[in-house]
């Protein structure tokens, strides 16, 4: 199993759509003559890619039922050995006319506030790291996190899921507000590495969302961004995602109708060469290695 962080503490980047995208992808593949197991794990409160994959009743039933990842951490920290399945929801197929969904389970995200700051469980930065992914490594072959913006050291919940990340990759708009966001983003990163201890989560790349070369934001930030960033060391995805209008709508609509494949077909040929060096970079990670963004 690979878990993949989806993270920038700058909001409206990117980080669900992706999500979505590199899972619906994802769970299309068949590797070893089945179909590729993909979790999305939702970290963000407002839950957009976990509703876009299940749709706003099963998610509002399920937080009502307390099937969510604070609940699970709540039950791990307390020592309990709970059963994963009600808490990995599969997203539903349509109903009637189209071709299977490729599959994908989802844990639903929870509010940082239903822990007790007193007696934080999550204290042990290290729990999900220890008891939630060796359970998950059993039934899944990629694990992907959708982070919220705006983390800091009190989210104990996100960062517990961060350091549990085999790697971390960090959508990014080319702009100047995103740009100089950045050093925080990958001040969190070093944070986490340094809880986990021995190099992970690796650090994968920038990955430049709603981008067009042609426009005189790129001309203006994306070269400069991309040199300042390799001479520290700071790799970025060769491939980029281009600026579609009509996907201001795919972290909005339930995709429990239609496969992101059909609805977005014309974007997907970026999707697919951005998830290509995705898997080449997470194949290419030296084992037990330190890296620094
Ligand atoms: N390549 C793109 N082209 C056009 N619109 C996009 C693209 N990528 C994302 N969007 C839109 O930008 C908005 C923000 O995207 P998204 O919700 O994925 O960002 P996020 O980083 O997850 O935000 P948050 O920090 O709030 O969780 C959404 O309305 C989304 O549909
Ligand atoms: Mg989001």
Redo the contacts with the bound molecule.
């Keep these: 199993m690979h878990a993949i962080a989806l993270y ?1 503490s ?9 999500t979505l995208f590199f899972a619906d992808f994802l769970a299309s593949l068949q590797v070893a003559g089945r179909p590729l197991r993909v979790l999305v794990i939702d970290l ?1 409160a ?1 839950g ?1 890619s976990s509703t876009a994959l299940l749709g706003a009743v099963v998610t509002q039933q399920a937080r009502q039922a307390s099937h969510t990842i604070g609940h699970l951490a709540l039950q791990l920290a307390e020592g309990q050995q709970p059963t994963l399945e009600p808490f990995l929801l599969l997203r539903p197929q349509s109903p009637g006319g189209h071709p299977p969904l490729p599959t994908v389970a989802v844990l639903l995200p929870e509010r940082e506030s239903i822990f007790n700051f007193d007696a934080n469980p999550l204290q042990s930065l290290t729990l999900l790291l220890r008891t939630l992914k060796p359970a998950l490594a059993r039934r899944f072959d990629v694990v992907l996190l ?1 982070l ?2 705006g983390l800091d050291e009190r989210h104990l919940l996100a960062i517990n899921a961060l350091v549990m990340s085999d790697s971390v990759v960090v ?1 990014i708009e080319p702009t100047r507000l995103a740009i100089h966001a950045l050093p925080e983003t990958v001040r969190m990163i070093q944070y986490v590495q340094g809880i986990h201890g021995q190099g992970a989560p690796h650090f994968l790349g920038l990955i430049l ?2 981008t067009d070369r042609r426009s005189r934001q790129f001309r203006l930030h994306v070269s400069g961004m991309v040199q300042h960033f390799q001479k520290s060391g700071t790799p970025c995805f060769d491939n980029f ?5 009509e ?6 609509d339930t995709l429990a109708v239609q496969s992101l494949r059909e609805r977005y077909g014309g974007y997907y040929p970026h999707v697919k060469r951005v998830v290509k060096e995705l898997f080449d970079r997470w194949q290419a990670i030296p084992t037990g290695q330190p890296t620094n963004p």
């Design positions: 920038n700058k909001g409206g980047v990117g980080k669900s759509t992706l963000d407002q957009s959708d919220p913006g959508p969302n709603r995602l281009p600026n579609a209008p996907l201001a709508n795919a972290t909005d």
